[in-house]
T-cell receptor
Framework: DVKVTQSSRYLVKRTGEKVFLECVQD?????MFWYRQDPGLGLRLIYF???????EKGDIPEGYSVSREKKERFSLILESASTNQTSMYLC??????????????FGSGTQLSVL | AQKITQTQPGMFVQEKEAVTLDCTYD???????LFWYKQPSSGEMIFLIY??????QNATEGRYSLNFQKARKSANLVISASQLGDSAMYFC?????????????FGTGTQLKVEL
């Protein structure tokens, strides 16, 4: 079974702190994604990566950055956390096989609270 | 404009009844895929079903089927014989071939509650 592991299930940080959310997948997937989930807004894409050291902005990249130094690991960085970044963060991965039906495999999420 | 629209924030259904969760989408890409995911209260995202834009038949997976109406740009999820364990948030999502990196765009979700 594909496993996508997020390092923390719950995280509490203070405004202005630098926050790292870590995600590791064990299936050699090329693509990795960071979404945030908010009530009434669904899942919104923050950043994604289709290869090591490659990154692309999603729909809401402001206030975030990412790092992908190794294929299996994709980190989301909040340079200076703010209260409006309190949210559930979901990491996902998928292979690239160009059939179009490749589903995303999700981690269990990190509930981040910024106080 | 919203690419994926789910107009039902919440739905109730009685156990053993069928329920339809609505999803409409907007794209000019002729090649796209539509996905449904289930998110129980535990928070995990569970893939349910996939429909490709060129698929001739509606997708089915056990009690789940996708009512795909291409001309109307709708991809409704039908759950037959509802069970208490079907109570969850359901998300519709789309992948466009013209987009990069296999990303999915999600709707806002429908919270389904199955009652006795």
């Amino acid at each position: 079974d594909v496993k996508v592991t997020q390092s923390s299930r719950y995280l509490v940080k203070r405004t202005g702190e630098k926050v790292f959310l870590e995600c590791v997948q064990d299936m050699d997937h090329e693509n990795m994604f960071w979404y945030r989930q908010d009530p009434g807004l669904g899942l919104r894409l923050i950043y994604f990566s289709y290869d090591v050291k490659m990154k692309e902005k999603g729909d809401i990249p402001e206030g975030y950055s990412v790092s992908r130094e190794k294929k299996e690991r994709f980190s989301l960085i909040l340079e200076s956390a703010s209260t409006n970044q309190t949210s559930m963060y979901l990491c996902a991965s998928s292979p690239t096989r160009d059939r179009g039906n490749e589903k995303l495999f999700f981690g269990s999420g990190t509930q981040l609270s910024v106080l | 404009a919203q690419k994926i629209t789910q107009t039902q924030p919440g739905m109730f259904v009685q156990e053993k009844e069928a329920v339809t969760l609505d999803c409409t989408y907007d794209t000019s890409d002729p090649s796209y895929g539509l996905f449904w995911y289930k998110q129980p209260s535990s928070g995990e995202m569970i893939f349910l079903i996939y429909q490709g834009s060129y698929d001739q038949q509606n997708a089915t997976e056990g009690r789940y089927s996708l009512n795909f109406q291409k001309a109307r740009k709708s991809a409704n999820l039908v759950i037959s014989a509802s069970q208490l364990g079907d109570s969850a948030m359901y998300f519709c999502a789309m992948r466009e071939r013209g987009g990069g990196g296999n990303k999915l765009t999600f709707g806002t979700g429908t919270q389904l509650k199955v009652e006795l």
